[in-house]
């Protein structure tokens, strides 16, 4: 039976594997798992709902890599950590930004198969996101009432996402952050069960096949 970690790699990559063997499963895994599915819905009809979906993922998986933590029941944490990682932003309301966006795409997708009301997606946008809010009888933006809208262009989204991607990959490569690499080290050994060998399958390949 070809059991793989990744589509390029079998489990003999991280039996004992150097830091730069992670690095290449990980990049491996997302590469070819998310990135390129992903594109290929954004590029066939309706389906960028689909990759709003996968791409959701990125945001609390790299925020836990890069933090070297679990996210076990600090899903919304990481998210929005995750989401100022990639989108950095200088404006003080990021932080309130990305948990409207956790609120209603990230748990829209994931508990209801969609995203809520308050959604709109386009292409036509020049970013990623755009926020609107309400405003108060002087004009002014009511930022404290919550969102009115979030206007989403899914494609901008992918391209902000693998950029990051790119970036983080980089600075494991040259290892030019080792408390970064530490923190990826950490994640990855912890996710992949580095060390304790493949799962075991209590069956033979014909009966798995149905021949025996």
């Known amino acids: 039976m070809d059991a793989r970690i990744s589509p390029s790699y079998s489990h003999e990559k991280v039996e004992n594997p150097s830091f730069l063997d992670l690095v290449d499963v990980f990049e491996d895994l997302w590469r070819n798992y998310i990135f390129s599915p992903v594109w290929l819905l954004l590029n066939s009809p309706h389906g960028d709902i689909a990759a709003m979906t996968i791409l959701c993922s990125y945001f609390e998986t790299i925020q836990s890599y890069m933090s070297g933590e679990d996210s076990n029941h600090r899903s919304k944490e990481f998210f929005i950590k995750g989401f100022c990682q990639v989108f950095h932003s200088e404006s003080a309301g990021i932080e309130d930004a990305a948990t409207a966006i956790y609120k209603h795409i990230r748990c829209g997708l994931a508990h209801e198969g969609m995203m809520t009301h308050k959604v709109n997606y386009s292409r036509a946008g020049a970013k990623a996101f755009f926020l609107t809010y309400p405003k108060n009888p002087n004009g002014s933006l009511n930022t404290h009432a919550g969102i009115a809208s979030i206007i989403l262009n899914p494609l901008r989204v992918y391209q902000g996402v693998e950029q990051h991607f790119k970036i983080y990959l980089g600075k494991l490569r040259t290892a030019e952050d080792m408390g970064l690499c530490q923190a990826f080290r ?16 209590g069956m033979s390949e014909a009966e798995y096949l149905g021949c025996a």
């Open 186 to 201: 950490q994640t990855a050994e912890r996710l992949w069960a580095v060390g304790t060998g493949e799962n075991i399958v």
